[in-house]
């Protein structure tokens, strides 16, 4: 289990979460386009490129293995000299 305070922690489900988001953002963009809404059309455009961005990014993270960085330890008194 990924510790909820790891900044880093990809978690596969969020990966998985954009597909629905994306797919209602297409089907918000075609109606805004339908309508005329152009403000909103740069917007949703907008979003999607972060949102596509995000999702790389996570894809690219949750392929990283982690790093093991060992327990660490106290020195002696002798090696502090």
Sequence with gaps: MVPS?????VRLASIAATSPIESDLLAR???????????????IGLTLTFLRQ????????????????GMPRLRSAESDR
């Excluded at 305070?5 to 922690?9: D, H, L, N, V």
């Excluded at 963009?29 to 917007?43: F, K, M, P, S, V």
């Design 29 to 43: 963009r075609t109606r805004a386009e339908q309508e005329g809404w152009l403000g909103e059309i740069g917007d």
């Design 54 to 69: 995000k999702g790389a990014e996570s894809q690219r993270l949750a392929r990283i293995a982690p790093v093991s960085l």
């Design 5 to 9: 305070f790891c900044s880093a922690a």
